[in-house]
């Protein structure tokens, strides 16, 4: 249903079990046999010819599509968690498992330029293809007010993490905020680093583990799990359960689909649906 993104028949189903918090990753990821192929007739976020991704040129197609879906969502009262720098394919482009996922590997830009290495490991240069790459997300979603932003998935796992990459990330975010005159837009880290968590421009810290969040963890802000995979998959009562926990704890707890099968979904998505005791 539209992923790394979503569609309006995600927007739809999830609508009608009071949902109303979204998730997007834009990437940067390419459309080819080994990239999000299901997005290969918009195509990715920079322009994509035999098979490698232009760096010097954004699809517009494919920024008007997010735009659309931005939209769709905040008229039926969603937030959406925009995801910066999707940091889980610099991971993979870094460990070199998943090659014709990233834009930012060399071998799969016109550039021939390598944005993986180094990426989440200091801060962000400026005027550098990160430094362009973070200004356009801002650019194309902070005009919206339903939009929240997270600095990576699983920006904990790129070799080196610093917290200097996400303190340079929210600085820039910012910037360009007041350039084009939007909103401040609230922003989180999945980093999991105390130093990063503890970043005054850091608003809300989301956690990958398979249970609801202590509050003592969360220094004192609002805290959230937003991945799990635990194997076998939760049941629905057991993501129920943990989602009703967290609810109890003032903390949150997303729902992600893991590995659950189509009625596993809809069982837990009307169990969640239906509140807590």
């Not at 550039?111 to 993986?116: I, R, S, Y």
């Amino acid at each position: 249903m539209g992923w790394p993104l979503y569609d309006e028949s995600w927007v739809d189903l999830v609508e009608g079990f009071n949902f109303n918090t979204l998730h997007v990753r834009l990437g940067p990821f390419l459309t080819g046999a080994n990239g999000e192929s299901d997005w290969a007739t918009v195509g990715g976020a920079y322009v994509e010819t035999n098979g490698k991704a232009d760096l010097t040129r954004f699809n517009e197609v494919f920024w008007a599509r997010v735009r659309q879906l931005l939209t769709y969502a905040r008229d039926r009262g969603f937030y959406v968690e925009v995801d910066v720098v999707d940091a889980w394919a610099v991971k993979h482009c870094q460990w070199g498992d998943l090659p014709g996922y990233s834009a930012w590997d060399a071998t799969f830009n016109h550039q021939e330029q390598d944005w993986c290495t180094g990426t989440g490991s200091a801060a962000i240069t400026p005027g550098s293809v990160v430094d362009h790459w973070v200004r356009k997300v801002v650019f194309e979603t902070g005009r919206f007010d339903n939009v929240i932003y997270q600095d990576g998935n699983e920006v904990s796992l790129v070799a080196d993490y610093s917290a200097a990459y996400t303190a340079s990330m929210a600085t820039i975010l910012h910037d360009e905020e007041t350039q084009r005159g939007y909103p401040r837009h609230l922003f989180g880290t999945q980093s999991d680093d105390a130093e990063a968590m503890a970043l005054p421009d850091v608003d809300f810290l989301e956690f990958h583990q398979n249970n609801a969040l202590d509050p003592n963890r969360c220094l004192g802000k609002p805290c959230l799990v937003n991945e799990y995979n635990p194997n076998p998959s939760l049941t629905p009562a057991q993501l129920h359960q943990r989602y009703c926990t967290a609810r109890s704890n003032g903390t949150y707890f997303w729902y992600w689909r893991h590995g659950q099968d189509q009625t596993a979904m809809v069982e837990t998505l009307g169990l969640i649906g239906a509140g807590c005791p």
